[in-house]
């Protein structure tokens, strides 16, 4: 497994017009143009959202019963508080981090839910942040840090910690910052890292 | 205590009174779900489960097959559960593969997961009266379980892993004559666990050892992010049949049971209420399936996804939620599958449930969480 999967490249293009260009093939009907229509009540949430923060969070997706912002490291926390206290979700239900080699993240998704608020029961908020990667990971000594989200969402304490030995990001913050599923001598590398290959493939 | 560690070892002084005590681990063969906890005399003051290690890399390997060859090996961590655990799984694989689902398949996907719910329940329930010493409640469970195993050969072939739910539907059609055979089990299942309540949630003994113990309340059940019959007993009310229906769930009429009390007669209840409404659910299914159709949409070995996307699914298992998070990058293979259990979630409770707890409680606190150990750890 090559731990940078090529990016494609854009520039390297050499141009020879041998042939005169062709007129731009002009579309009968833009299905693109059209104005998607976006389900009114997760517009509705987003919009407060945008509004608080403005462009501190960026607009993943806007699906039914789901939406999606990403947002930066420094936000994360304030962002949080504001979807627990004003938005009402009341619980996260994963944390999973994924890994981005190529462009040298590693990402990290909290889907957060409310139980209490019964016209949220359907709908899923995937909050997801960016933490920098390093390519010889220490896990928890080196620059692969985020700010810990336990003190505003209580359940996504097991989940930070799974994150932090599957893939070594650290949370700060957190207060039980140990291993919990891997062997107590597991020296590897974060194991759902890229570069960490299974044996034999 | 000398002065003189060895280096690297940092022991705390300890007070005397305070005893570790490593209960478990629960399965001999593996090692998984110890917990470690602190007694001071006969009460637990400290607690710290163990998830253990027993597959630890489902979702590294789900990252080297393809959207359908991973149908098999997903369904592993909860073998009693098959068709559960991989539900949101398909369901996820089919919004990124764009494929639609077939009627019948629909039905008889929820039919599946309404007997294999049962087949984990009972499995559950049997441990559940052991844990307790109740040996009647260990034999009558296992016993009654195989009905709906043969119910499930019959479909699948399989007795555990099923791997019947695949993306676009389900691998073979119901065989001929089920529905008859589907309904006289059913309502001698339903008939049988009915005297459950006599023998067990009744008994006095079982009453004494599961009231009060172990309270769960309801802010904290939703602080904690519980999920499923934990959530349930605390008084919340929330079933993802209920308020975010899947496939058919919305056509058919869904009881959520809730009870106010938290403790653990109210957890170990709980699960066997919802046996009673999944017997429900089966006849209503069984009644209004299309009486023929495909139940498989037509798929290539290697299907084409649809480009890069992220999928969040969620279904409602014998034990919770689980949710499934897919990323795709494009290729035949997920980028990233990430599974959501309740088992882990529910883990979270487990500390705050035991500290306070007298030590002979564990079992029943334990096992009432509904825990399924060798999910927890992917």
Redesign the interface.
């Known amino acids: 497994m090559s731990s940078n999967p090529e990016k494609p490249t854009t520039e390297a293009k050499p141009e020879e017009k041998t042939t005169p260009p062709k007129p731009a093939p002009k579309p009968a009907a833009k299905p693109e143009e059209k104005p998607v229509e976006l389900p009114a009540f997760e517009k509705g949430i987003l919009d407060k959202l945008v509004e608080k923060f403005g462009d501190k969070v960026e607009v993943d997706f806007v699906k039914e019963d789901r939406i999606g912002i990403k947002t930066s490291k420094d936000n994360v926390h304030d962002v949080a508080q504001f979807i627990r206290d004003d938005l009402h979700y009341d619980h996260a239900e994963s944390v999973s981090g994924v890994d981005f080699p190529a462009d040298n993240e590693i990402e990290v998704v909290y889907h957060l839910g409310s139980y209490t608020e019964s016209s949220l029961a359907k709908q899923i908020l995937t909050l997801s942040t960016r933490a920098p990667r390093e390519s010889n990971p220490i896990p928890g000594q080196d620059s692969t840090k985020l700010p810990s989200l336990r003190d505003v969402f209580y359940s996504v304490e097991f989940g930070e910690r799974e994150v932090f030995e599957m893939l070594g990001v650290f949370f700060d913050g957190h207060p039980d910052n140990r291993r919990l599923l891997l062997p107590e001598d597991w020296a590897d590398l974060p194991p759902l890292r890229k570069d960490f290959a299974i044996k034999g493939r | 205590m000398t002065d003189i560690m060895p280096p690297g070892l940092a022991l705390k002084k300890v007070d005397e009174r305070i005893m570790t005590l490593n209960v478990g681990p629960q399965h001999p063969g593996s090692g998984h779900m110890r917990i470690v906890v602190q007694i001071d005399g006969d009460y637990i003051v400290a607690c710290d489960p163990?998830?253990?290690?027993v597959h630890?890399?489902e979702?590294?390997?789900a990252e080297?097959r393809n959207y359908i060859t991973n149908v098999p090996h997903l369904e592993r961590p909860v073998i009693h559960d098959s068709c559960n655990i991989l539900y949101p799984y398909v369901l996820g694989a089919e919004e990124i593969l764009g494929i639609e689902v077939p009627e019948r398949a629909k039905y008889v996907r929820v039919i599946c997961s309404e007997l294999n719910r049962c087949i984990y329940t009972m499995y559950w329930l049997a441990i559940y009266g052991i844990f307790l010493g109740h040996s009647t409640m260990f034999m009558w469970p296992a016993g009654d379980r195989e009905l709906l195993i043969d119910l499930m050969e019959k479909v699948s072939g399989a007795r555990v892993t099923h791997a019947h739910f695949i993306p676009g539907g389900v691998r073979n059609d119901l065989p001929a004559n089920f529905e008859d055979v589907c309904l006289r089990q059913v309502n001698y299942f339903e008939k049988r666990i009915k005297e459950y309540a006599a023998v067990f949630y009744d008994n006095p003994i079982l009453i004494s050892r599961t009231r009060d113990t172990g309270v769960l309340s309801r802010e904290n059940a939703?602080?904690?992010?519980t999920t499923g019959s934990v959530?349930r007993a605390s008084g919340?009310d929330?079933d993802l049949r209920v308020?975010?229906p899947y496939d058919v769930y919305d056509e058919l009429d869904v009881h959520t049971n809730v009870m106010k009390e938290g403790d653990s007669y109210a957890r170990s209840k709980v699960p066997w209420l919802d046996m009673i409404e999944s017997c429900n659910i089966i006849r209503q299914a069984l009644q209004k399936m299309p009486k023929s159709g495909s139940v498989r949409a037509k798929l290539k070995p290697n299907p084409k996804t649809k480009g890069p996307a992220?999928v969040?699914k969620?279904v409602e298992s014998g034990r919770g939620?689980l949710?499934c998070?897919i990323?795709s990058d494009g290729k035949p293979e997920p980028?990233?599958v990430?599974m959501?259990v309740p088992s882990?979630?529910n883990?979270?409770a487990l500390p705050n449930l035991l500290i306070g707890e007298k030590l002979g409680n564990m079992p029943s606190v334990y096992w009432s969480l509904n825990y399924w150990p060798v999910e927890a750890?992917r």
Do not use: H
């Not at chain 2, 163990?50 to 290690?53: A, E, I, S, T």
């Open positions: 163990d998830p253990g290690y630890r890399g979702e590294k390997m080297y939703i602080r904690y992010g959530l919340v929330y308020k975010a992220t969040y969620r939620s949710g998070y990323v980028y990233r990430k959501s882990f979630r883990l979270l750890d």
